[in-house]
């Protein structure tokens, strides 16, 4: 699995988008970026993933750069309950790699009131 | 759906003493991951399953960790005998094909 690099923690205002990046120069052409997310005490949550095309659901956005190098997790309207650690990883979808989820150490988001 | 089921929730017991994790994956999930996390290593990927076959162990710390999956609701994660450093959060995950994984809510496990 290619490396990902998060910054280690990010403040946010309730209400106001969460704008979370990830940088993967290394990432190879079927890798896909996946974002998960671990509330405390919970185990990881399935947010969203992406191949090359900006990806969105109801809980949030995933915009990949043209060069797919880097990406950026949106969440809309942050909440309180949005605090948590979140982890972008890429993997391939086939091959002998697809089982495999390498986690890192995540960005910790902390929703302020 | 009730998600992948962990017990217990937590476990205390001593070193020496055999400690089994219990996970039931989601059904119709044909893969099933053990994974653990510690502040030190984060999260690591121990072993999984496919179609109730062992695939991948070569995350298992030594010989005193073993997991089994009897049939494809069930699976244990056994430490024999258990030691301090084993303490750590446990979590169980499965998931369909390429689908994305389901993490249960994890056995927190404390050896004194």
């Known amino acids: 699995d290619a490396k990902t690099t998060q910054p280690t923690s990010m403040d946010c205002a309730e209400g106001r988008a969460a704008n979370l990046p990830c940088n993967h120069s290394t990432i190879s052409g079927n890798e896909y970026v996946y974002w998960y997310r671990q509330i405390h005490s919970q185990g990881p949550q399935y947010i969203i993933h992406?191949?090359?095309n900006n990806e969105t659901n109801e809980m949030a956005s995933l915009i990949i750069t043209e060069d797919r190098k880097s990406s950026t997790l949106i969440l809309p309207h942050a909440t309180l309950r949005d605090t948590a650690v979140y982890y972008c990883i890429v993997r391939a979808n086939s091959g002998g790699s697809n089982y495999k989820l390498t986690f890192g150490k995540g960005t910790l988001l902390t929703v302020n009131p | 759906d009730a998600g992948v089921i962990q017990s217990p929730r937590h476990e205390v017991t001593e070193m020496g003493q055999e400690v089994t994790l219990r996970c039931k994956p989601i059904?119709?999930?044909?893969?099933l991951f053990w994974y653990r996390q510690t502040m030190m290593r984060g999260l690591e990927l121990l072993i999984y399953f496919n179609n109730n076959v062992p695939i991948d162990d070569s995350g298992m710390p030594e010989d005193r960790f073993s997991a089994k999956m009897p049939n494809a609701s069930f699976s244990t994660l056994k430490i024999q005998p258990s030691e301090p450093r084993d303490s750590a959060v446990y979590f169980c995950a499965s998931r369909a094909g390429i689908s994305p994984l389901h993490f249960g809510n994890g056995t927190r496990l404390t050896v004194t």
């Open positions: 992406g191949l090359k």
């Open positions: 059904s119709g999930h044909d893969y």
